[in-house]
């Protein structure tokens, strides 16, 4: 108590009891701001799975009620009216898979990591198996290395990884995508997961952008996506501990990186 006394009769003496009480203000606005930022995120988090799955019965019912006028009607509809009700249906699709990447993107940053021995080797093949069907239609070579190691990471987070940046390969990498090269380097601290193919490139100013939840390089109109798969690889990367990163240069395509800490 004496000490106390002491600091205060010092801060009083000197002429710091202004500073000293606008320090101590600031230190419990601040608290105070932290705590209503944590509250008000949890708040807006509840609402999201709320709205989403608010969302998804309805898209459901819109789906299967189209599809069965279709069964009864198809007959009877004009071309117009079953273009119309494809239309529909397309909609349908596009927002129930939106609600389902949305759900991820939420479930990536919150549900806890389950950290276990993985097989990099057998997991890549399960996501090439995923593609193998839009790797054969277009002629796209795929390549891996040989050998993988077993590394330590969340199961269900790797294989969205290289799920999501195999399918913005397909996606954006145009016409002139013909191979996808998936890579392993180890360096001191990280696991250097890469994806690279060599179809169209990013500008360089678009590096970080592209990152963002709802963000899109550029790209054709036909070229159908949420905005979240990068986020997703983004929050992966930065829940085991690492970064993503993209190198780009025309002609040369795109390569996507992605660090995790090989201490877990």
Request: aromatic share 8%; with cysteine; hydrophobic share 35%.
């Amino acid at each position: 108590f004496q000490a106390e006394d002491g600091i205060r009769d010092l801060v009083r003496s000197r002429g710091l009891g202004d500073v000293y009480k606008r320090q101590i203000l600031d230190i419990t606005d601040r608290k105070e701001m932290e705590e209503a930022v944590k509250s008000g995120s949890e708040r807006i988090k509840r609402f999201a799975y709320s709205v989403l799955h608010d969302l998804k019965n309805p898209v459901i019912g819109i789906y299967g009620l189209t599809k069965n006028l279709q069964k009864v009607y198809g007959e009877t509809l004009d071309v117009k009216g079953k273009t119309h009700c494809d239309l529909i249906l397309k909609a349908a699709e596009e927002i129930y898979s939106l609600v389902q990447q949305i759900n991820v993107y939420i479930s990536t940053s919150e549900v806890p990591l389950k950290v276990e021995s993985i097989n990099l080797k057998n997991t890549i093949q399960l996501v090439k198996e995923e593609f193998s069907s839009q790797l054969s239609l277009r002629r796209i070579a795929w390549s891996e290395p040989e050998v993988l190691p077993v590394i330590k990471a969340d199961r269900i987070s790797l294989v969205r990884l290289f799920r999501n940046l195999i399918d913005n390969a397909i996606k954006y990498g145009g016409e002139q995508l013909s191979t996808i090269q998936v890579g392993y380097e180890n360096s001191d601290d990280f696991h250097i997961l890469t994806v690279r193919n060599d179809g169209s490139s990013i500008e360089e100013k678009d590096f970080n952008k592209i990152f963002g939840a709802f963000q899109r390089h550029d790209a054709p109109l036909a070229v159908e996506g949420s905005g979240l798969g990068l986020a997703i690889v983004k929050e992966t990367a930065e829940r085991h501990g690492g970064k993503v990163w993209v190198r780009s240069a025309p002609g040369k395509g795109t390569e996507f990186c992605v660090s995790m800490r090989n201490d877990l």
